[in-house]
């Protein structure tokens, strides 16, 4: 389930992040934050007014995280990215600028990445991005059908070498 034992790299987290408009952004959602690789970066970009929610299945890295960052913007959760859309709704949050996935979509029990790449879509706002960054570039094939558009990037320097996918709505 956590699909890697080693942390992303500061080249990737950068590259990935590169194109998001942090001015607009106002709600960011990451799934599998794990302990924080991602996490600590988006904080420091995000506004001062902006939320950030992390869901990860592993109630461990929750816990983590909320006695490792002591940020009233950050909102750890424990669950799946699958039922996102029950998470934001149950906190009265709207739909996401942002959704950034580390998750290991290739080995999630069958139907698991179907549900996922689905309910993201339904939570992102017109205009904004599914962030993905994988080892196995099947992800594609998951994501593909609810994105209009796809851009895809590759990064040697993080271990295991990454595939990236900034997928669009709109
Ligand atoms: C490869 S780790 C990512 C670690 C970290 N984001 C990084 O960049 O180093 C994948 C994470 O996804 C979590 N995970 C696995 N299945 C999940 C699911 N269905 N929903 C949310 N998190 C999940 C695991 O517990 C683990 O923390």
Known sequence: MVGSIIPSSRVLIDK???????????????????????TRPVLEKLGPEATLVTIDTNPDFTGYLREAIDDPRLVP????AADVEKILADRGLGQADYVLSGLPFSTLPPGVGDDIAE?????????????????SPKVKDFIDPH???????????NVP????????KG
């Open 119 to 135: 309910a993201t879509a339904n939570v992102i706002r017109p205009d904004g991005a599914f962030l993905v960054y994988q080892f």
């Open 16 to 38: 990935m992040l590169a194109p998001v408009d942090w001015e607009n952004t106002r709600l960011f959602v990451e799934y599998g934050p794990g302990v924080g690789t991602f």
């Open 147 to 157: 994105f209009d558009r796809i851009e895809r990037g590759f990064e040697w320097i």
């Open 161 to 168: 070498p990454a595939t990236l996918f900034w997928a669009y």
């Open 77 to 80: 959760v424990t669950g799946s």
